[in-house]
């Protein structure tokens, strides 16, 4: 397979009938084989440990049975997006709502709080905001997770 989007067109149907969705699919050389980076995700929640793996074993016996790769060697990593992904998708929001979050407007607004609902709009302490309109959206870290009545969304810098 040559293009990202042939990989796509194969990879989506594997990963959703493992009850994932498949997130970003990156091939590169690596000397003399291939690696193919595979990112997977929920609708609704995060990825056990075990459901990666389920992934990435159907992922590697379709691979394996296909002919459209050839015999070509590479190497297969899947995994789930780490809290340092941004937040681009409403189903990202959907799935971390509760938690805090800094999201940077395409007017160049920060704005900071806790996401609340992604439906329809993402709203993070009582403001939605399009999609659209989101240059940037990261879930905090929070070592000591302080009384949520402290926390309104609130303009930064």
């Keep these: 397979m040559k293009q990202s989007t042939n990989l796509e067109e194969f990879l989506t149907p594997v990963v959703e009938r493992s ?11 690596q000397g ?3 690696l193919l980076t595979v990112l997977i995700d929920h ?25 459209e790769f050839g015999d070509s060697a590479f190497t297969l990593e899947v995994s789930s997006p780490g809290i340092d992904r941004p937040l681009t998708k409403l189903r990202h929001f959907r799935k971390n709502i509760g938690r805090l979050a800094t999201i940077t ?13 992604a439906d329809p709009l993402p709203t993070i302490s009582g403001r939605s905001f399009p999609l659209d309109e ?9 070592f000591r997770r302080q009384d949520d009545s402290k926390h309104s969304a609130k303009r930064k810098g």
């Design 19 to 29: 009850g994932a969705c498949l997130e970003e699919i990156k091939a590169s050389p």
């Design 32 to 34: 003399k084989h291939r």
């Design 43 to 67: 609708e609704e929640r995060h990825l056990t440990l075990d459901e990666v793996t389920e992934v990435s074993k159907a992922i590697s016996q379709a691979i394996d049975e296909s002919s």
């Design 105 to 117: 407007t395409t007017a160049g607004e920060k704005f900071q709080g806790r996401i609340e609902s």
């Design 134 to 142: 989101i240059k940037r959206a990261m879930i905090e870290i929070e």
